[in-house]
């Protein structure tokens, strides 16, 4: 089973930019297609990103495209979130996740979740 560790989060102010980190130990993330949700207070957790097995091909929720750039780098077994142009409603907790399944339909909820990483973005 794949273990994830995400990092990289912190207090930013709006326009603002943040990497955060998820690295991956017991099997590589090319095993997987690897994602990043948030969930912000309240609410509940959404989709940001996914990045297929031979990293070639993404996807972003519309409120981060163009903003967000997923990316990973298989010598260091590391999946990363790029953030730019940061807004405060980007503030969540920022979860990576390792989904089985095929690129088009991901299987998240049953897939292996970090422990998240908090992004504070202030107006």
């Known amino acids: 089973q794949v273990q994830l560790v995400e990092s990289g989060g912190g207090l930013v102010q709006a326009g603002g930019s943040l990497r955060l980190s998820c690295a991956a130990s017991?099997?590589?993330?090319?095993?997987?297609?690897m994602g990043w949700f948030r969930q912000a207070p309240g609410k509940e957790r959404v989709f940001v990103a996914k990045?297929?097995?031979?990293?070639?091909?993404?996807a972003y929720a519309s409120s981060v495209l163009g903003r967000f750039t997923i990316s990973g780098d298989k010598a260091k077994n590391t999946i990363f979130l790029q953030m730019n142009n940061l807004r405060p409603e980007d503030t969540a907790v920022y979860y990576c996740?390792?989904?089985?399944?095929?690129?088009?339909?991901?299987?998240?909820?049953?897939?292996?979740w970090g422990q998240g990483t908090q992004v504070t973005v202030s107006a």
């Open positions: 996740v390792a989904g089985s399944g095929d690129y088009s339909r991901p299987q998240f909820d049953g897939g292996r």
């Open positions: 017991g099997r590589t993330f090319s095993n997987y297609v």
């Open positions: 990045i297929s097995r031979t990293g070639i091909t993404t």
